[in-house]
């Protein structure tokens, strides 16, 4: 029986994959092997020891210590794409009233209750205090192509602007999904200097911490519009206030809220609701439980912030065992690891391994039981930082002990 705990309110949708008769799903339960989270900040929390993974239902992993995981060699999955489509139609929206200051106008409009008759007069006189530009033919910089950026790219440019994208680590997929009327930016600078409106969809690192700041709003173009539906550490919330109020930019939209934005005029804060759909609630949940499913089932990883993507496509053998081996990585591994398989006379049926920065994760298929003397001795190996046995469904599982 698997157990997971859930941190947050999950979809039903995706909490209805778990088969009931092999998995064990509650908010408080003692030994859990895998964490399912929305938004709950793991970074204090005690992260039992029999966890061997972490499922995020959403994109970002802000809220996981990563690096302390993969020293103790659990797994991290997020949910990339999956709330793609919610978040690009609220950037479009964004987009939107960030030209023609809707929110103004309703606010406004509520102040004629009680002028009876008199409204639609009133209404005609006042409207003019809320005229602002059509988006048609005017040049969308997107920094960040990955799922969200490149169907926001893709909308806008059916949408009659002139698209410009900035992505160094554009993937194969990304490029391929991109309109040919989106035209790559040689550097961020460029994509700065050229863009009327400028929206942000890169992950938050120690790299991007910040980087839309004094130096980068210098470059744009006066009256600038920038939409950030990222992360709000993304922006120097300082330098974007000064930005605002030197009329260097328009308007800035933010699904961050903060004290001082909030007080700005010209700044749209939003209480992160880039995702809150009920679509992409039930299409992230399905993401991360069927990823749970896989690895704790099967071993394989698709989808993870700090190991590789490593499957094999094929069963289990029914008579055998597949070891899940993740270890640092450096030399000599793989030969050590094989090494003991061969002294014990087991039989490699398949293979596979990958590496990511400092660690590499193996898939070996054997076709006969693993004696738990070998698990021992594939735990000794130096290097080795976790080792599971995962039986045939027509074999019972292989005991092995906290990894």
Partial sequence: MYKIQTLNKISPDGLALFPRDTYEIASEILNPDAVLVRSAKMHDMEIPATVKAIARAGAGVNNIPVPEMTEKGIVVFNTPGANANAVKELVLAALLFSSRPVHKAAEWAKGLIGKGDEIPDLAEKGKSQFVGPEIRGKTLGVIGLGAIGAMVANDAHSLGMNVIGYDPFISVDAAWSLSRGVTK?????ILLGKADYITIHVPQTNETKGFINAEKLKIMKNGV?????ARGGLVNNADMIKAVADGKVACYVSDFADEEMLKTENVICLPHLGASTPEAEDNCATMAVNQLIDFLENGNIVNSVNFPKCRIDGPIPKDGVRLCIANKNVPNMIGQ?????????????SMTNQNRADVAYNLIDVNSAVDESVVSKLKAIDGVITVRAIAGREHPVVHTEEE
């Fill in 225 to 229: 519009r920038i939409l950030n539906f």
């Fill in 185 to 189: 930016a040689e550097s961020l600078d």
């Fill in 337 to 349: 690891i094989t090494g003991v398989l061969a002294g014990a006379s087991l039989n490699i049926e």
